[in-house]
């Protein structure tokens, strides 16, 4: 199939580590990407990792890819509140640039 | 940098009238552009893909008639939604494409509402 899929909610502390999981179908991406959404907002282009890649760390941000299972995981270290949103992770099919996304995973962080 | 721009952020307008909503990419050239539709607590749905010069590829369920678009330059597509009726109403979001990466930056969105 073509779906990409998450989990649809996570909720944590302030200050803990956040982390989103994603599967993704298609073997042969170049390039996977996590997006963010806050509330009435487009979407906001977190990170991005290639696929000859097992791990990239922005910051507090650290993406892990598992090619052989197509997995691809987001953690959030140090969750403020300010990182409350959806979270969607994207795949390319067929070719350049056509995205697919999962269906986001809200992440609520609590004071 | 690669920074894309909507208008209107948000319109309402009423039943059987047309709306158009701008994309521009503001700090790079981009050949192709997206729309999307996204529906409250929902994904992304990928209405089209506009290549600058070119008629838009619209995806299966779309329909051309109703969801117009033009990229008639490397820095802007729009989106005429004809004759609106109230379940048009949506969010609507463009994206551009940029960079040997393919990767898409998204405009921040134009909430419609039809009544």
């Known amino acids: 199939g073509e779906d990409v899929e998450q989990s649809l909610f996570l909720s944590v502390r302030e200050g803990d580590s956040s982390v989103i999981n994603c599967t993704y179908t298609?073997?042969?991406?170049?390039?996977l990407y996590w997006y963010k959404q806050e509330p009435g907002a487009g979407l906001q282009l977190l990170t991005y990792?290639?696929?000859?890649?097992d791990m990239k760390q922005d910051q507090r941000l650290t993406v892990l890819l598992n090619k052989k299972d197509k997995h691809l995981s987001l953690r959030i270290a140090d969750t403020q509140t300010g990182d409350s949103a959806i979270y969607f992770c994207?795949?390319?099919?067929?070719?350049?640039?056509?995205?697919?996304f999962g269906k986001g995973t809200m992440l609520l962080v609590s004071p | 940098g690669a920074v894309v721009s909507q208008h209107p952020s948000r319109v309402i307008c009423k039943s059987g009238t047309s709306v158009k909503i701008e994309c521009r990419s503001l700090?790079?050239?981009?050949?192709?552009m997206f729309w999307y539709r996204q529906f409250p607590k929902q994904s992304l749905m990928l209405m089209a893909t506009?290549?600058?010069?070119?008629?838009?590829?619209?995806e299966q369920g779309v329909e051309k008639d109703k969801f117009l678009i033009n990229h008639a330059s490397l820095t802007l597509s729009t989106l005429t939604v004809t004759s609106a009726h109230p379940e048009d109403s949506s969010f609507y979001i463009c994206?551009?494409?940029?960079?040997?990466?393919?990767?898409?930056?998204f405009g921040p969105g134009t909430r419609l509402l039809v009544l």
């Open positions: 506009s290549n600058e010069g070119s008629k838009a590829t619209y």
């Open positions: 700090d790079f050239q981009a050949t192709t």
């Open positions: 990792i290639f696929s000859n890649m």
């Open positions: 994207a795949e390319p099919l067929g070719g350049y640039s056509t995205l697919t």
């Open positions: 298609d073997s042969s991406s170049t390039y």
């Open positions: 994206s551009a494409g940029a960079g040997s990466t393919g990767t898409q930056y």
